[in-house]
């Protein structure tokens, strides 16, 4: 017979002294169900206990909770993880692995998340400098000087007002336009 396969019979499983955890499931399968839980609940010790790939692992708390679950068809998969105590299955290798795996992903997302905002950010940050920028040269451009009381005031206007502004600075006769233009749309003034 093949190393990987192993010949058990089920009436005789009680008498081995096999302490396997494959052999535990299969024993789980045909145990009362008075014991049922207790001896899911060793398996889960156990397999907590033992070095595993975290499939196995995975594949195994499925498989103890797939044999619950067919042994007491009337409870659902969360109580019988309720049964199994939450706390067992914290403890274990697996629950470990895919908790760390879960804040390692977590992590990489809340940096992509926190770059994209960043990044938009910024972009809305160049968009209003940018708008700044066009509004104080179309002025010099139209009044050859724009005073710093005046720059100070366009800085601190919000992205809409400075659309209103460049639309404005067109019907601006003088500087004096201007200022009361800012007088009377300054932010700032109450």
């Known amino acids: 017979m093949s190393q990987r396969i192993r010949c058990v019979y089920l009436d005789t499983l009680r008498d081995r002294s096999d302490n396997s955890l494959e052999v535990g499931i299969v024993e789980l399968m045909i145990a009362d169900d008075s014991v049922t ?15 595993r790939e975290a499939t196995v692992s995975k594949k195994a708390v499925a498989l103890i909770v797939g044999v619950l679950l067919n042994k ?12 199994l105590t939450f706390d067992e299955i914290k403890q274990s290798r697996l629950f470990q692995e895919l908790a760390a795996d879960y804040r390692r992903e977590a992590r990489l997302e809340g940096k992509k998340i926190g770059e994209k905002i960043g990044e938009k950010k910024g972009k809305l940050e160049g968009k209003l400098e940018g708008k700044q920028e066009s509004v104080l040269r179309v002025l010099k451009r139209r009044f050859k000087r724009v005073s710093a009381e005046s720059k100070a005031k366009i800085s601190h206007l919000p992205e809409s007002k ?6 404005a600075s067109f019907d601006f006769k003088s500087v004096a336009d201007l200022t009361a233009w800012l007088k009377v749309h300054d932010e700032n003034r109450f």
């Open 37 to 51: 839980l207790d001896m899911a609940r060793d398996l889960m010790r156990k397999l907590r206990n033992q070095e």
């Open 72 to 83: 007491f068809n009337n409870v659902s998969r969360k109580e019988i993880e309720t049964m």
């Open 162 to 167: 400075l659309d209103d502004l460049l639309e």
